[in-house]
């Protein structure tokens, strides 16, 4: 056994306590489908938001880490409930009168209110398909739509007509009263309208394979199970799914846990057996608000990637999968340093440690070398001094610092300084507010600035950092307060860097000329 995988069994980083549990259902034979089958669902109703690139994202890790600890081959299954019916307009989508009309359709039925697709349910696929890829994922593609209409799911079908009455049995007890009196496993597809329907069952034939029911109108009728004329509703579908693929694993939000017994009996009746399951905490907006498709609130991938990297994203839904997050623009910086953190801190661990860095789980092993010379949050204050709108300004300051560093040699510092400069101007920008400084500021920033001004050390940031805290030391009890009054009188922020590495980075002549500014009062009035 190679010293990796000894590790891998016994690493409590939470992808590799996962996959041990996946690989326990294996214990005694392997699978007879040659391989273990991860799955995820998405449903598309509106716009893929960041948890369900969560979701893949979390679930791809998993299976690397089961690639680790064993041989069996493993797949990834993303499956969209694409033949949903559509119950609301999403608030974030152009045409909403014209999609009002479409009410209850399949969502691979409502016209496209983008123009760009075949419909709206196509539309949304394509978008999550695109965010998948973009972070290289290796995933099957399955469409609801073509699953019942292929065939690939008769089979199940027709065996929920055979078992119609216990599993409705188990449904019923998860249902208030007025709900159990028009509830049926099956919702028909008008032939007709087009409409996913609700309405009870007046019959079900398990020997024919047919249902019988009255349309909304009264009208009698009789539809196969088979062929897309009938979707399951959404809690047996769960459970159907999984027999259907024999499904290993899948993880979903924690709004899906209370129904996770009524998931695994379904599977179970159905000649199935149930996967294992993880469920993870929500995503949250700035507000503490559920992020939604449909209302289009919280941070989206697209836009947190427009800020930073790719793997800052990953980093960030690594962390602590049980614990709700808040996704909004200001996590982003901690995110990509923190990142960066991690992947210097991976060059000197050992084998065991590197198990546990979440950078392992993000590059699936080949973890490759930091080239951010500068920190993230450092390229925020260099572009708020420098009023920087492009990232050639901050390369200026990076290249004076590490002279070596070039935007070819270092390309994702020069990504993140392009991310930095938009992202100053688009959030720390309009927020920024200087004040005057106090008399006792005032005096330690004159002796800051003179000290700088015969400054022979070179730009030795930590030797910087000894200078700027001897002076604040003389004059400030806590010391906290004379950082604070250096982010908020010259950064216009509450929050900064080390001040040291600041103006090694920016300039000492620089720094001089900023406290002068500073002083004369020219920042409160800019």
């Not at 696929?125 to 019942?148: K, P, Q, V, W």
């Not at 065939?151 to 998860?174: H, N, P, T, W």
């Not at 009263?177 to 309208?193: A, D, G, K, N, V």
Request: with cysteine; proline share 6%.
């Amino acid at each position: 056994m190679s010293e990796t995988r000894d590790a891998a069994l016994s690493s409590k980083a939470w992808p590799f306590e996962e996959a041990r549990r996946v690989l326990k259902r294996y214990a005694k034979k392997p699978p007879e489908k040659g391989f273990v089958l991860f799955e995820t669902g998405y449903g598309p109703s509106g716009l893929p938001h960041i948890g369900t690139f969560g979701e893949v994202l979390r679930t791809t890790m998993i299976k690397r880490a089961f690639e680790e600890i064993s041989d069996i081959p493993t797949k990834l299954v993303c499956f969209s409930d694409d033949l949903d019916g559509m119950r609301k307009v999403p608030g974030n989508v152009p045409q909403r009168e014209m999609l009002e009309e479409h009410m209850h359709k399949p969502l691979t039925s409502v016209p496209d209110p983008f123009g760009t697709h075949e419909s709206f349910g196509h539309h949304n696929n394509a978008m999550l398909r695109r965010f998948l890829d973009t972070f290289g994922f290796e995933y099957e593609f399955y469409s609801a739509r073509e699953f019942y209409r292929s065939g690939q799911f008769d089979e199940v079908l027709l065996r929920a007509c055979e078992k119609y009455d216990e599993i409705m049995a188990v449904m019923l007890k998860s249902l208030r009263e007025e709900r159990r009196q028009t509830y049926s496993i099956f919702l028909p597809i008008h032939p007709e309208t087009g409409r996913v329907m609700y309405v009870p069952m007046k019959e079900v034939n398990a020997k024919e394979g047919t249902i019988t029911f009255d349309d909304e109108d009264g009208n009698e009728m009789t539809l196969p199970v088979t062929g897309g004329n009938v979707k399951l509703q959404w809690k047996p579908d769960f459970g159907a799914r999984w027999a259907a693929l024999d499904v290993d694993f899948e993880m979903y939000g924690k709004e899906h846990a209370t129904n996770t017994a009524i998931y695994d009996r379904i599977c179970e009746i159905l000649g199935g057996k149930k996967p294992e399951h993880f469920s993870y905490e929500l995503f949250l907006d700035e507000n503490g608000q559920k992020i939604s498709k449909s209302s289009g609130n919280g941070i989206s991938i697209d836009q947190w990637l427009t800020y930073a990297s790719t793997e800052s994203l990953s980093y960030f839904m690594f962390q602590k999968p049980k614990t709700a997050k808040r996704m909004y623009f200001d996590v982003i910086p901690k995110a990509v340093d923190e990142y960066h953190q991690q992947l210097r801190a991976y060059e000197t661990q050992d084998v065991k440690a590197r198990l546990n860095n979440p950078v392992w789980h993000i590059h699936g092993g080949d973890v490759p070398k930091s080239d951010m010379v500068v920190p993230f949050s450092m390229l925020l204050n260099l572009a708020s001094v420098s009023s920087a709108e492009d990232k050639s300004q901050l390369w200026g300051f990076i290249q004076r610092y590490a002279p070596e560093a070039t935007p070819e040699t270092n390309p994702g510092m020069d990504a993140a300084a392009g991310h930095a400069v938009r992202y100053f101007n688009d959030f720390v920008k309009p927020t920024k507010v200087f004040r005057a400084p106090t008399d006792l500021e005032r005096e330690a920033l004159e002796d800051l600035r003179d000290r700088l001004k015969v400054w022979d050390g070179g730009l030795d940031a930590e030797a910087l950092q000894s200078m700027v805290f001897a002076v604040g030391k003389e004059r400030f009890d806590p010391l906290r307060d004379w950082f604070k009054a250096l982010y908020q009188v010259l950064l216009g922020a509450d929050q900064g860097p080390r001040f040291g590495g600041f103006i090694a980075l920016y300039g000492v002549e620089e720094t001089v000329a900023l406290i002068d500014d500073a002083l004369a009062g020219k920042l409160t009035t800019a």
